[in-house]
């Protein structure tokens, strides 16, 4: 079990040498990466770079996995205390629920809309009741979907549309109160205006949360990206920072260099 | 024209195979006709066999709890009694060893040992009932009998064991089915929130499967039922309510085979006609069940709101 070193400030999540291997194939190398509060790191790269085998690194996904090797550490700042992830900081459930994550498809239960919401409440943290019930409210509302499904929560969440899926996924995610969230190309199965409603949403839970997003829309990316990494063949290859995000000419540059 | 010889020839090859595939339609609705036709003449038959003992007035004594031909008693429903008591049993043994079996193939065991549990469970279909009967015969029946400390052995809770045994692979292996077509996106997702296996299994894969639980439980059920040889072999063969575990029973599967064995025109022999209905009509409702079971649009029921 990883000691308790204290309250420290600064980033939430550290990588540090980070390599995965699938069968002995290295997918990442040697990649270090932080993460502060309040921040989007975007990672980029070509399909295969290893981009959402980083982002599964984080909360152990990649051990669901047959064959999967992992060396180097990743530590979490959670209420103050850190410690590396791989040497039980925490156990699988509580890193799962600190570490929030959503896929590229909105993976909803075939379920109503409340029980995706009421599952993992009751489940991981066995919240019931009037608690449950503000609960569920408060994490629709802070993804915009209260309005639309109020009055249906009873129906099957796969009677939603592609992008009120994804935001109840994310309002799943977030009913369990994570400290970071790794959203691995949220915004990849839906339609322009459905994406759009994310990445406002997106930029609305920055405020709150850490999040390590993976990204292929450049044009996104520019928009919701304080820091920008470029995997390529498991290794990070070049960081961006806001300052030059801003800049056209330094962009093109990245983008060139990068892809 | 090279062009209109080709369209030509396509034609052709178009009109061939409508032929053929026409001749298999006519094919395959003939043969579907003979077994509809097979089981309505199944069932005319035993209804037909069935009628003298309603127009003579006899079916009372038919449908009466008091079994010995002797003295002119013919009563089959200790029988029906044992058929579903024995069931029952076998189920409510088989389908919980069953749930645990697929929970291990599906979030516990990876790798060798789930193949391994998966090839038992395939190899277990394909011993034969008599087997576990004559296995179960030289092994259990001894221990019951010691165990219990009470009748020969050759008792209802001896055959239902084996029996949970022989229908076994059977919820196994439907319910394994149903398991593998669910999403695993879903299995990730679960994953990904936090939810440990046991939890991922109770709270998301076996609802999602409900259906598949229903039909393969229905379906062990069904294969409970009609097994006669195991009951034969194994449950004592005492036409008597089934009282306590440790009775012998008799079920109308082995009644029928004991009697058919023996006699050929008594009224026992008539009422062998009435169990066979019975039993007739007990797998069609089950089929019946399974088929709608299946046509039903939503899978997971709705649960209360708030």
């Given at each position: 079990?990883?000691?308790?070193?204290?309250?420290?400030?600064?980033?939430?999540?550290?990588?540090?040498?980070?390599?995965?291997?699938?069968?002995?194939?290295?997918?990442?190398?040697?990649?270090?990466?932080?993460?502060?509060?309040?921040?989007?790191?975007?990672?980029?790269?070509?399909?295969?770079?290893?981009?959402?085998?980083?982002?599964?690194?984080?909360?152990?996904?990649?051990?669901?996995?047959?064959?999967?090797?992992?060396?180097?550490?990743?530590?979490?700042?959670?209420?103050?205390?850190?410690?590396?992830?791989?040497?039980?900081?925490?156990?699988?459930?509580?890193?799962?629920?600190?570490?929030g994550m959503v896929f590229?498809t909105p993976a909803v239960f075939p379920f109503s809309i409340r029980k995706n919401l009421t599952l993992p409440l009751q489940v991981n943290l066995?919240v019931n009741g009037s608690a449950l019930t503000a609960r569920v409210e408060q994490v629709l509302r802070d993804v915009g979907l209260w309005d639309e499904v109020k009055d249906r929560l009873r129906d099957d969440a796969t009677t939603l549309s592609g992008g009120q899926q994804q935001r109840l996924c994310i309002a799943r995610m977030l009913a369990l109160e994570p400290?970071?969230?790794?959203?691995?190309?949220p915004?990849?199965s839906l339609?322009?205006?459905s994406?759009?409603r994310i990445?406002?949403l997106?930029?609305?839970l920055?405020?709150?949360?850490?999040?390590?997003?993976?990204?292929?829309?450049?044009?996104?990316?520019?928009?919701?990206?304080?820091?920008?990494?470029?995997?390529?063949?498991?290794?990070?290859?070049?960081?961006?920072?806001?300052?030059?995000?801003?800049?056209?000419?330094?962009?093109?540059?990245?983008?060139?260099?990068?892809? | 024209?090279?062009?209109?010889?080709?369209?030509?020839?396509?034609?052709?090859?178009?009109?061939?195979?409508?032929?053929?595939?026409?001749?298999?339609?006519?094919?395959?609705?003939?043969?579907?006709?003979?077994?509809?036709?097979?089981?309505?003449?199944?069932?005319?038959?035993?209804?037909?066999?069935?009628?003298?003992?309603?127009?003579?007035?006899?079916?009372?004594?038919?449908?009466?709890?008091?079994?010995?031909?002797?003295?002119?008693?013919?009563?089959?429903?200790?029988?029906?009694?044992?058929?579903?008591?024995?069931?029952?049993?076998?189920?409510?043994?088989?389908?919980?060893?069953?749930?645990?079996?697929?929970?291990?193939?599906?979030?516990?065991?990876?790798?060798?040992?789930?193949?391994?549990?998966?090839?038992?469970?395939?190899?277990?279909?394909?011993?034969?009932?008599?087997?576990?009967?004559?296995?179960?015969?030289?092994?259990?029946?001894?221990?019951?009998?010691?165990?219990?400390?009470?009748?020969?052995?050759?008792?209802?809770?001896?055959?239902?064991?084996?029996?949970?045994?022989?229908?076994?692979?059977?919820?196994?292996?439907?319910?394994?089915?149903?398991?593998?077509?669910i999403d695993?996106v879903l299995?990730l997702a679960s994953?990904a929130l936090?939810l440990?296996?046991?939890?991922q299994?109770?709270h998301v894969l076996?609802p999602v499967?409900s259906?598949?639980?229903?039909?393969?439980?229905?379906?062990?059920?069904?294969?409970?039922?009609?097994?006669?040889?195991?009951?034969?072999?194994?449950?004592?063969?005492?036409?008597?309510?089934?009282?306590?575990?440790?009775?012998?029973?008799?079920?109308?599967?082995?009644?029928?085979?004991?009697?058919?064995?023996?006699?050929?025109?008594?009224?026992?022999?008539?009422?062998?006609?009435?169990?066979?209905?019975?039993?007739?009509?007990?797998?069609?409702?089950?089929?019946?069940?399974?088929?709608?079971?299946?046509?039903?649009g939503r899978e997971v029921r709705r649960e209360k709101a708030f």
């Open positions: 079990m990883e000691k308790t070193v204290g309250t420290i400030k600064g980033p939430i999540l550290f990588i540090e040498n980070l390599s995965v291997y699938f069968s002995d194939n290295p997918v990442l190398q040697d990649v270090s990466l932080s993460l502060r509060p309040g921040e989007i790191t975007v990672i980029v790269g070509p399909s295969g770079s290893g981009k959402s085998t980083l982002l599964r690194a984080v909360n152990r996904l990649n051990e669901f996995y047959p064959h999967c090797r992992t060396s180097g550490s990743v530590h979490l700042s959670i209420h103050g205390k850190i410690g590396d992830v791989y040497k039980g900081f925490l156990s699988l459930p509580e890193l799962r629920q600190r570490v590229q066995g400290a970071i969230l790794l959203l691995d190309e915004t990849a339609d322009f205006k994406a759009a990445e406002e997106l930029l609305n920055r405020e709150k949360y850490g999040i390590l997003a993976v990204s292929h829309s450049l044009a996104q990316m520019r928009r919701i990206a304080d820091r920008l990494c470029v995997l390529r063949d498991g290794r990070i290859v070049q960081e961006l920072d806001q300052e030059h995000l801003r800049d056209p000419d330094a962009f093109q540059t990245f983008i060139n260099v990068a892809f | 024209m090279p062009c209109r010889d080709r369209a030509e020839e396509i034609w052709v090859l178009f009109r061939a195979s409508e032929k053929s595939e026409s001749w298999i339609e006519w094919g395959l609705l003939i043969a579907t006709c003979i077994s509809a036709v097979a089981i309505f003449a199944i069932l005319a038959l035993l209804v037909a066999f069935c009628m003298p003992l309603f127009t003579l007035g006899r079916i009372g004594e038919v449908l009466s709890f008091h079994w010995q031909p002797t003295g002119g008693y013919f009563g089959i429903l200790p029988m029906c009694a044992g058929s579903l008591a024995l069931s029952l049993l076998a189920l409510s043994m088989a389908f919980p060893a069953a749930m645990g079996i697929c929970t291990l193939l599906h979030v516990l065991a990876r790798g060798f040992f789930a193949r391994f549990l998966l090839s038992l469970v395939r190899f277990m279909t394909a011993i034969p009932t008599v087997v576990y009967g004559f296995v179960s015969v030289f092994l259990l029946v001894p221990r019951m009998r010691e165990w219990l400390g009470a009748g020969t052995g050759f008792s209802l809770l001896t055959a239902a064991l084996t029996l949970s045994l022989l229908i076994l692979p059977t919820i196994v292996l439907v319910l394994h089915a149903r398991l593998e077509q695993p299995r994953e936090g440990t296996p046991i939890q299994m109770r076996f499967a259906r598949g639980i229903v039909v393969a439980a229905v379906l062990g059920m069904g294969r409970a039922v009609g097994d006669t040889l195991i009951s034969l072999m194994v449950a004592g063969n005492a036409p008597q309510f089934p009282s306590s575990h440790h009775h012998s029973i008799c079920t109308l599967t082995a009644h029928v085979a004991l009697v058919v064995a023996t006699d050929s025109h008594s009224m026992a022999y008539q009422s062998l006609f009435v169990a066979g209905l019975g039993l007739f009509l007990a797998t069609g409702l089950i089929t019946l069940f399974i088929r709608k079971s299946g046509r039903g």
